[in-house]
Protein backbone atom coordinates (compact mmCIF):
# COMPACT_ATOMS: atom_id res chain seq x y z
CA UNK A 1 0.00 0.00 0.00
CA UNK A 2 1.46 3.48 -1.15
CA UNK A 3 1.03 6.57 1.45
CA UNK A 4 1.04 9.94 0.06
CA UNK A 5 2.77 12.63 2.16
CA UNK A 6 2.02 16.41 0.67
CA UNK A 7 5.52 17.46 -0.60
CA UNK A 8 6.08 14.06 -2.29
CA UNK A 9 3.04 14.33 -4.32
CA UNK A 10 4.05 17.78 -5.39
CA UNK A 11 7.19 16.69 -6.70
CA UNK A 12 5.25 14.18 -8.41
CA UNK A 13 2.55 16.44 -10.04
CA UNK A 14 6.23 18.91 -10.64
CA UNK A 15 7.29 16.22 -12.85
CA UNK A 16 4.42 15.48 -14.59
CA UNK A 17 4.32 18.50 -15.47
CA UNK A 18 7.53 18.78 -17.21
CA UNK A 19 6.60 15.47 -18.36
CA UNK A 20 3.58 16.76 -20.77
CA UNK A 21 5.25 19.93 -21.70
CA UNK A 22 6.67 18.40 -24.54
CA UNK A 23 3.11 17.14 -25.84
CA UNK A 24 2.52 21.05 -26.65
CA UNK A 25 5.98 21.93 -28.03
CA UNK A 26 5.70 23.37 -31.69
CA UNK A 27 8.85 21.68 -32.50
CA UNK A 28 8.98 20.35 -36.09
CA UNK A 29 8.51 16.75 -36.58
CA UNK A 30 10.05 15.18 -39.69
CA UNK A 31 7.07 12.75 -39.33
CA UNK A 32 3.97 13.59 -37.82
CA UNK A 33 1.52 11.93 -36.87
CA UNK A 34 -1.78 10.83 -38.50
CA UNK A 35 -4.92 13.08 -37.23
CA UNK A 36 -6.71 10.13 -35.82
CA UNK A 37 -3.83 8.70 -34.29
CA UNK A 38 -2.63 11.75 -32.87
CA UNK A 39 -6.12 12.10 -31.20
CA UNK A 40 -5.98 8.12 -29.96
CA UNK A 41 -2.66 8.75 -28.41
CA UNK A 42 -4.02 11.84 -26.30
CA UNK A 43 -6.66 9.83 -24.92
CA UNK A 44 -4.10 7.31 -23.65
CA UNK A 45 -2.12 10.67 -22.46
CA UNK A 46 -4.87 11.68 -20.50
CA UNK A 47 -5.98 8.44 -19.06
CA UNK A 48 -2.53 8.20 -17.80
CA UNK A 49 -2.37 12.07 -16.35
CA UNK A 50 -5.06 10.98 -14.41
CA UNK A 51 -3.45 7.48 -12.99
CA UNK A 52 -0.27 10.29 -11.82
CA UNK A 53 -2.68 12.27 -10.04
CA UNK A 54 -4.13 9.23 -8.06
CA UNK A 55 -0.57 8.14 -7.35
CA UNK A 56 1.64 8.69 -4.62
CA UNK A 57 5.71 9.17 -5.22
CA UNK A 58 7.21 5.84 -3.70
CA UNK A 59 9.45 6.30 -0.53
CA UNK A 60 11.35 3.54 1.32
CA UNK A 61 8.03 3.21 3.31
CA UNK A 62 6.36 1.27 0.26
CA UNK A 63 7.58 -2.29 0.19
CA UNK A 64 9.06 -2.70 -3.33
CA UNK A 65 11.25 0.44 -2.62
CA UNK A 66 11.95 -0.37 0.84
CA UNK A 67 15.88 -0.75 0.15
CA UNK A 68 15.96 2.30 -2.92
CA UNK A 69 16.43 5.63 -1.57
CA UNK A 70 15.27 8.19 -3.93
CA UNK A 71 15.52 11.18 -1.83
CA UNK A 72 19.07 12.90 -3.69
CA UNK A 73 16.99 12.61 -6.50
CA UNK A 74 13.96 14.50 -4.86
CA UNK A 75 16.51 17.60 -4.16
CA UNK A 76 16.56 18.26 -7.70
CA UNK A 77 14.23 19.95 -10.10
CA UNK A 78 14.17 18.69 -13.70
CA UNK A 79 12.66 20.36 -16.78
CA UNK A 80 11.76 19.24 -19.95
CA UNK A 81 14.72 19.15 -22.42
CA UNK A 82 15.38 21.78 -25.10
CA UNK A 83 15.65 20.75 -28.99
CA UNK A 84 19.33 19.07 -29.36
CA UNK A 85 21.49 20.74 -32.18
CA UNK A 86 22.08 16.86 -33.93
CA UNK A 87 25.05 18.23 -35.60
CA UNK A 88 26.91 18.80 -32.52
CA UNK A 89 25.96 15.70 -31.26
CA UNK A 90 29.42 13.20 -31.30
CA UNK A 91 27.69 9.26 -31.39
CA UNK A 92 30.82 7.75 -33.10
CA UNK A 93 30.97 5.74 -30.24
CA UNK A 94 28.29 4.46 -29.99
CA UNK A 95 27.96 3.25 -33.57
CA UNK A 96 28.46 -0.90 -33.52
CA UNK A 97 29.57 -2.16 -36.89
CA UNK A 98 27.47 -5.30 -37.04
CA UNK A 99 24.07 -2.98 -37.15
CA UNK A 100 25.36 0.30 -38.44
CA UNK A 101 22.59 -0.10 -41.34
CA UNK A 102 20.04 -1.40 -38.70
CA UNK A 103 20.29 1.30 -36.26
CA UNK A 104 17.29 3.65 -34.90
CA UNK A 105 18.74 6.74 -33.11
CA UNK A 106 16.35 8.37 -30.32
CA UNK A 107 17.92 11.93 -28.75
CA UNK A 108 16.34 13.22 -25.50
CA UNK A 109 13.53 10.82 -26.73
CA UNK A 110 13.04 12.08 -30.15
CA UNK A 111 13.53 10.19 -33.26
CA UNK A 112 16.61 11.71 -34.99
CA UNK A 113 16.18 10.50 -38.49
CA UNK A 114 19.40 11.76 -39.80
CA UNK A 115 21.06 9.54 -37.62
CA UNK A 116 19.62 6.92 -37.94
CA UNK A 117 19.57 3.70 -40.65
CA UNK A 118 17.89 0.96 -40.90
CA UNK A 119 18.78 0.05 -44.56
CA UNK A 120 19.60 -3.76 -44.03
CA UNK A 121 16.10 -4.21 -42.47
CA UNK A 122 14.30 -6.93 -44.23
CA UNK A 123 10.91 -4.80 -46.06
CA UNK A 124 8.40 -6.72 -44.61
CA UNK A 125 9.96 -5.39 -40.94
CA UNK A 126 9.17 -2.40 -39.93
CA UNK A 127 11.66 -0.02 -37.84
CA UNK A 128 10.58 3.02 -37.09
CA UNK A 129 9.31 5.65 -34.85
CA UNK A 130 4.99 6.15 -34.55
CA UNK A 131 4.99 9.01 -37.19
CA UNK A 132 6.00 6.45 -39.66
CA UNK A 133 4.07 3.33 -38.42
CA UNK A 134 1.83 2.16 -41.53
CA UNK A 135 -1.68 2.42 -41.62
CA UNK A 136 -2.54 -1.38 -41.11
CA UNK A 137 -0.01 -1.31 -37.65
CA UNK A 138 -1.90 2.12 -36.50
CA UNK A 139 -5.36 0.80 -36.93
CA UNK A 140 -3.67 -2.26 -34.56
CA UNK A 141 -1.62 -0.23 -32.17
CA UNK A 142 -4.13 0.04 -29.53
CA UNK A 143 -4.08 -3.62 -28.90
CA UNK A 144 -0.09 -3.42 -27.92
CA UNK A 145 0.74 0.41 -26.80
CA UNK A 146 0.20 0.85 -22.89
CA UNK A 147 -1.75 -2.23 -22.81
CA UNK A 148 0.95 -4.24 -20.63
CA UNK A 149 0.11 -5.71 -17.00
CA UNK A 150 1.30 -2.91 -14.54
CA UNK A 151 0.56 0.54 -16.61
CA UNK A 152 -0.85 1.79 -13.33
CA UNK A 153 2.32 1.85 -11.82
CA UNK A 154 3.61 5.31 -11.32
CA UNK A 155 6.71 5.62 -13.33
CA UNK A 156 4.82 4.07 -16.12
CA UNK A 157 2.06 6.50 -16.32
CA UNK A 158 4.45 9.19 -15.61
CA UNK A 159 6.39 7.87 -19.03
CA UNK A 160 2.83 7.62 -20.89
CA UNK A 161 1.17 11.19 -20.02
CA UNK A 162 4.34 12.59 -21.71
CA UNK A 163 4.30 10.14 -24.09
CA UNK A 164 4.60 11.90 -27.95
CA UNK A 165 6.66 9.25 -29.99
CA UNK A 166 8.08 5.50 -29.59
CA UNK A 167 10.61 3.27 -31.32
CA UNK A 168 8.44 0.43 -32.88
CA UNK A 169 9.82 -2.87 -34.02
CA UNK A 170 6.98 -5.05 -35.43
CA UNK A 171 7.72 -8.09 -36.69
CA UNK A 172 4.33 -9.57 -39.21
CA UNK A 173 4.03 -13.13 -39.06
CA UNK A 174 6.79 -15.69 -39.98
CA UNK A 175 9.43 -12.93 -40.70
CA UNK A 176 12.80 -13.89 -39.17
CA UNK A 177 15.53 -11.40 -39.17
CA UNK A 178 19.01 -12.13 -39.05
CA UNK A 179 20.61 -8.92 -38.31
CA UNK A 180 20.07 -7.30 -34.96
CA UNK A 181 18.05 -4.41 -34.15
CA UNK A 182 20.10 -1.33 -32.83
CA UNK A 183 17.93 1.10 -30.44
CA UNK A 184 20.04 3.70 -29.41
CA UNK A 185 18.72 6.18 -27.08
CA UNK A 186 21.02 9.01 -26.17
CA UNK A 187 20.48 11.23 -23.66
CA UNK A 188 22.60 14.96 -23.36
CA UNK A 189 24.06 16.67 -20.28
CA UNK A 190 22.74 20.51 -20.24
CA UNK A 191 23.66 23.49 -18.33
CA UNK A 192 20.15 21.97 -16.20
CA UNK A 193 18.85 19.02 -15.17
CA UNK A 194 16.61 17.51 -17.26
CA UNK A 195 13.50 14.65 -17.43
CA UNK A 196 14.42 12.24 -20.44
CA UNK A 197 11.29 9.72 -21.15
CA UNK A 198 12.16 7.07 -23.37
CA UNK A 199 9.40 5.02 -24.92
CA UNK A 200 9.35 1.45 -27.03
CA UNK A 201 7.16 -0.80 -28.34
CA UNK A 202 7.97 -4.83 -30.00
CA UNK A 203 5.40 -6.91 -31.56
CA UNK A 204 6.47 -10.23 -32.60
CA UNK A 205 3.95 -11.62 -34.43
CA UNK A 206 3.17 -15.83 -34.87
CA UNK A 207 6.80 -17.80 -35.55
CA UNK A 208 8.55 -14.31 -36.40
CA UNK A 209 11.96 -14.12 -34.67
CA UNK A 210 14.84 -11.22 -34.03
CA UNK A 211 17.57 -10.22 -31.77
CA UNK A 212 16.84 -6.17 -30.57
CA UNK A 213 20.11 -4.07 -28.53
CA UNK A 214 18.34 -1.46 -26.62
CA UNK A 215 21.32 0.87 -25.94
CA UNK A 216 20.99 3.72 -23.39
CA UNK A 217 23.79 6.09 -23.00
CA UNK A 218 25.29 9.74 -22.74
CA UNK A 219 26.51 11.68 -25.74
CA UNK A 220 28.87 14.52 -25.08
CA UNK A 221 27.44 18.05 -27.34
CA UNK A 222 30.57 19.22 -29.13
CA UNK A 223 30.68 23.12 -28.40
CA UNK A 224 33.35 25.55 -28.07
CA UNK A 225 32.67 26.16 -24.37
CA UNK A 226 31.25 23.18 -23.08
CA UNK A 227 28.61 23.50 -20.57
CA UNK A 228 28.33 22.55 -17.35
CA UNK A 229 27.18 18.73 -16.96
CA UNK A 230 24.36 18.32 -14.53
CA UNK A 231 22.41 15.28 -12.98
CA UNK A 232 19.69 13.78 -15.29
CA UNK A 233 16.29 11.56 -14.91
CA UNK A 234 15.45 8.91 -17.29
CA UNK A 235 11.81 7.16 -16.98
CA UNK A 236 12.02 4.53 -19.40
CA UNK A 237 9.17 1.88 -20.83
CA UNK A 238 9.81 -1.38 -23.10
CA UNK A 239 6.91 -3.10 -24.28
CA UNK A 240 7.46 -6.78 -25.53
CA UNK A 241 4.44 -8.91 -27.25
CA UNK A 242 5.94 -12.04 -27.97
CA UNK A 243 3.11 -14.29 -30.30
CA UNK A 244 2.77 -18.02 -30.28
CA UNK A 245 5.88 -19.83 -31.72
CA UNK A 246 8.19 -16.34 -31.77
CA UNK A 247 11.01 -15.83 -30.28
CA UNK A 248 12.90 -11.99 -28.97
CA UNK A 249 16.24 -12.27 -27.48
CA UNK A 250 16.38 -8.73 -26.30
CA UNK A 251 19.66 -7.24 -25.08
CA UNK A 252 19.19 -4.29 -22.30
CA UNK A 253 22.15 -2.09 -22.07
CA UNK A 254 22.25 1.34 -19.28
CA UNK A 255 25.31 3.43 -19.75
CA UNK A 256 24.28 6.70 -18.43
CA UNK A 257 26.10 9.00 -17.01
CA UNK A 258 27.78 8.72 -13.55
CA UNK A 259 25.49 11.45 -11.70
CA UNK A 260 22.28 10.25 -13.67
CA UNK A 261 19.32 8.99 -12.49
CA UNK A 262 17.44 5.77 -14.73
CA UNK A 263 14.24 4.24 -14.02
CA UNK A 264 13.64 1.87 -16.27
CA UNK A 265 10.36 -0.79 -17.08
CA UNK A 266 10.53 -4.03 -19.07
CA UNK A 267 7.26 -5.61 -19.52
CA UNK A 268 7.08 -8.75 -21.66
CA UNK A 269 3.65 -10.80 -22.57
CA UNK A 270 4.44 -14.32 -23.84
CA UNK A 271 1.77 -16.36 -25.97
CA UNK A 272 1.82 -20.01 -26.08
CA UNK A 273 5.13 -21.66 -27.04
CA UNK A 274 6.83 -18.68 -27.65
CA UNK A 275 10.66 -17.70 -26.10
CA UNK A 276 12.41 -14.26 -24.73
CA UNK A 277 15.32 -13.77 -23.76
CA UNK A 278 16.94 -10.63 -21.79
CA UNK A 279 20.37 -9.90 -21.21
CA UNK A 280 20.40 -6.92 -18.27
CA UNK A 281 23.51 -5.13 -17.96
CA UNK A 282 23.98 -1.86 -16.00
CA UNK A 283 27.15 -0.18 -15.68
CA UNK A 284 26.16 3.60 -15.26
CA UNK A 285 23.94 6.38 -13.06
CA UNK A 286 23.79 7.35 -9.80
CA UNK A 287 21.23 5.38 -9.46
CA UNK A 288 19.51 2.52 -11.43
CA UNK A 289 16.51 0.54 -10.73
CA UNK A 290 14.86 -1.82 -13.74
CA UNK A 291 11.38 -3.31 -13.30
CA UNK A 292 11.15 -6.33 -14.91
CA UNK A 293 7.94 -8.00 -15.97
CA UNK A 294 6.98 -11.54 -17.45
CA UNK A 295 3.26 -12.25 -17.94
CA UNK A 296 2.70 -15.79 -19.00
CA UNK A 297 -0.44 -15.85 -21.81
CA UNK A 298 -0.16 -19.58 -22.94
CA UNK A 299 1.51 -22.86 -22.18
CA UNK A 300 4.98 -24.04 -23.13
CA UNK A 301 6.62 -20.55 -22.79
CA UNK A 302 10.56 -20.42 -22.53
CA UNK A 303 11.93 -17.48 -20.48
CA UNK A 304 15.70 -16.57 -19.90
CA UNK A 305 16.51 -13.37 -17.63
CA UNK A 306 19.89 -12.60 -17.64
CA UNK A 307 21.64 -9.33 -15.99
CA UNK A 308 24.71 -8.17 -14.85
CA UNK A 309 25.54 -5.03 -12.83
CA UNK A 310 28.82 -3.68 -12.08
CA UNK A 311 28.71 -0.61 -9.51
CA UNK A 312 31.08 1.74 -7.45
CA UNK A 313 31.78 4.99 -5.36
CA UNK A 314 28.20 5.15 -4.26
CA UNK A 315 25.99 4.01 -7.23
CA UNK A 316 22.71 2.55 -6.71
CA UNK A 317 21.72 -0.69 -8.94
CA UNK A 318 18.14 -2.01 -8.50
CA UNK A 319 16.78 -4.83 -10.08
CA UNK A 320 12.68 -6.22 -9.31
CA UNK A 321 11.86 -8.81 -11.57
CA UNK A 322 8.53 -10.62 -11.85
CA UNK A 323 7.36 -13.69 -13.65
CA UNK A 324 3.90 -14.71 -13.37
CA UNK A 325 2.92 -18.24 -14.80
CA UNK A 326 -0.37 -19.04 -15.06
CA UNK A 327 -0.49 -22.12 -17.68
CA UNK A 328 1.55 -25.34 -17.35
CA UNK A 329 4.50 -26.61 -19.02
CA UNK A 330 6.93 -23.06 -18.94
CA UNK A 331 10.34 -22.74 -18.32
CA UNK A 332 12.44 -19.96 -16.38
CA UNK A 333 16.07 -19.64 -15.82
CA UNK A 334 16.74 -16.31 -13.98
CA UNK A 335 20.63 -15.35 -13.28
CA UNK A 336 21.55 -11.85 -12.30
CA UNK A 337 24.87 -11.00 -11.06
CA UNK A 338 26.13 -7.64 -9.13
CA UNK A 339 29.87 -7.00 -8.64
CA UNK A 340 29.74 -4.14 -5.87
CA UNK A 341 32.70 -1.95 -5.52
CA UNK A 342 33.61 1.15 -2.88
CA UNK A 343 29.97 1.91 -1.03
CA UNK A 344 27.84 0.84 -3.93
CA UNK A 345 24.77 -0.64 -2.94
CA UNK A 346 23.41 -3.73 -4.92
CA UNK A 347 19.27 -4.56 -4.81
CA UNK A 348 17.92 -7.71 -6.44
CA UNK A 349 14.34 -8.96 -5.71
CA UNK A 350 12.91 -11.39 -7.69
CA UNK A 351 9.58 -13.04 -7.66
CA UNK A 352 8.58 -16.16 -9.57
CA UNK A 353 4.52 -16.96 -9.08
CA UNK A 354 3.42 -20.51 -10.07
CA UNK A 355 -0.28 -20.47 -10.15
CA UNK A 356 -2.54 -23.83 -9.34
CA UNK A 357 -2.87 -23.86 -13.50
CA UNK A 358 0.66 -24.13 -13.90
CA UNK A 359 1.63 -27.73 -13.50
CA UNK A 360 4.87 -29.19 -14.90
CA UNK A 361 6.78 -25.86 -14.50
CA UNK A 362 10.35 -25.75 -14.18
CA UNK A 363 11.91 -22.73 -12.98
CA UNK A 364 15.24 -22.00 -11.48
CA UNK A 365 16.36 -18.32 -10.11
CA UNK A 366 19.44 -17.48 -8.86
CA UNK A 367 21.59 -14.17 -7.42
CA UNK A 368 24.61 -14.41 -7.11
CA UNK A 369 27.01 -10.87 -5.88
CA UNK A 370 30.81 -10.04 -6.06
CA UNK A 371 31.41 -7.89 -3.13
CA UNK A 372 35.20 -5.93 -3.22
CA UNK A 373 34.94 -4.16 -0.38
CA UNK A 374 33.80 -4.01 3.02
CA UNK A 375 32.05 -0.77 2.35
CA UNK A 376 29.57 -2.12 -0.08
CA UNK A 377 26.12 -3.69 0.43
CA UNK A 378 23.74 -5.91 -0.80
CA UNK A 379 20.29 -6.08 -0.21
CA UNK A 380 18.57 -9.79 -2.11
CA UNK A 381 15.63 -10.98 -1.78
CA UNK A 382 14.64 -13.97 -4.12
CA UNK A 383 11.24 -15.26 -4.15
CA UNK A 384 8.87 -17.95 -4.85
CA UNK A 385 5.22 -18.55 -4.86
CA UNK A 386 4.18 -22.19 -6.03
CA UNK A 387 0.49 -23.08 -5.71
CA UNK A 388 1.11 -25.94 -8.33
CA UNK A 389 2.45 -29.07 -6.80
CA UNK A 390 3.64 -31.20 -10.41
CA UNK A 391 6.73 -28.73 -10.43
CA UNK A 392 10.68 -28.00 -10.48
CA UNK A 393 10.96 -24.92 -8.99
CA UNK A 394 14.68 -23.96 -6.96
CA UNK A 395 15.89 -20.09 -5.83
CA UNK A 396 19.08 -18.87 -3.96
CA UNK A 397 21.38 -16.12 -3.14
CA UNK A 398 24.96 -15.82 -2.98
CA UNK A 399 26.96 -12.91 -1.59
CA UNK A 400 30.83 -13.45 -1.63
CA UNK A 401 34.28 -11.75 -1.57
CA UNK A 402 37.13 -12.62 -3.81
CA UNK A 403 38.38 -16.10 -3.18
CA UNK A 404 42.04 -16.12 -1.40
CA UNK A 405 43.25 -18.98 -2.40
CA UNK A 406 42.22 -18.64 -6.49
CA UNK A 407 43.97 -15.30 -5.88
CA UNK A 408 47.14 -17.05 -4.50
CA UNK A 409 47.13 -20.25 -6.96
CA UNK A 410 46.87 -17.59 -9.92
CA UNK A 411 49.72 -15.43 -8.46
CA UNK A 412 51.60 -18.56 -8.29
CA UNK A 413 51.40 -19.04 -11.88
CA UNK A 414 52.99 -15.59 -12.08
CA UNK A 415 50.11 -13.44 -12.29
CA UNK A 416 50.53 -10.15 -9.91
CA UNK A 417 48.04 -9.79 -7.47
CA UNK A 418 46.30 -7.07 -9.41
CA UNK A 419 45.91 -9.05 -12.24
CA UNK A 420 45.21 -12.03 -10.37
CA UNK A 421 42.04 -10.19 -9.16
CA UNK A 422 41.05 -8.30 -12.52
CA UNK A 423 41.31 -12.03 -13.86
CA UNK A 424 38.86 -13.32 -11.34
CA UNK A 425 36.41 -10.38 -11.72
CA UNK A 426 36.24 -10.45 -15.57
CA UNK A 427 35.50 -13.90 -15.18
CA UNK A 428 33.04 -13.34 -12.90
CA UNK A 429 31.24 -11.19 -15.44
CA UNK A 430 32.08 -13.10 -18.63
CA UNK A 431 29.56 -15.62 -18.12
CA UNK A 432 26.83 -12.84 -18.62
CA UNK A 433 28.80 -10.70 -21.17
CA UNK A 434 29.31 -13.34 -23.38
CA UNK A 435 25.47 -13.70 -23.77
CA UNK A 436 25.32 -11.14 -25.64
CA UNK A 437 24.53 -10.84 -29.67
CA UNK A 438 27.15 -8.50 -30.98
CA UNK A 439 31.04 -9.31 -30.57
CA UNK A 440 31.74 -5.50 -30.98
CA UNK A 441 29.21 -4.79 -27.88
CA UNK A 442 30.83 -7.83 -25.95
CA UNK A 443 33.95 -5.91 -26.66
CA UNK A 444 33.29 -2.59 -25.24
CA UNK A 445 31.41 -4.18 -22.12
CA UNK A 446 34.19 -6.16 -21.05
CA UNK A 447 36.90 -2.89 -21.28
CA UNK A 448 33.99 -1.00 -19.41
CA UNK A 449 34.51 -3.66 -16.89
CA UNK A 450 38.05 -3.91 -16.97
CA UNK A 451 38.44 0.30 -16.62
CA UNK A 452 36.08 -0.37 -13.30
CA UNK A 453 38.25 -2.54 -11.57
Known amino acids: MQVSVKPEVSYLEKLLEESCKRVSSTVPREFPLDPKMAAWLQQVRDRAATWVRELAFPTKRDEEWKFTDLSAMMKLGFQAPAPVNLDALNIAPFILPEVANSRLVFVNGVFAPKLSSVTDIENRVFVGNLGQLPSEYQDRIGDYLGQQQGSKEVFTSLNTAGLTDAAVVWLPKNQVVEKP ?6 ATQTEVPILT ?3 CLVV ?6 AKIVEHCVTAEVICPEAPISHPYLTNTVTEIWVEENAEINHTRVQRDAGAAFHIGKTAIAQAKNSRYTCNAIHLGG ?12 GEGTETNLYGLAFIGNEQEADTHSSIILNHPNGVTDQLYKCIVDNKAHSVFNGKVYVSQTAQLTNAAQLNRNLLLSSGGRVDTKPQLEIIADNVQCSHGAT ?16 LSQEASRNLLIDAFAAEIINKLPLPSLEHILKQCVACKV
Open 181 to 186: IHLLFI
Open 204 to 209: AESNSS
Open 286 to 297: RLSRHNLEVAQM
Open 399 to 414: VSQLDDDEVFYLQSRG
Open 197 to 199: QRR
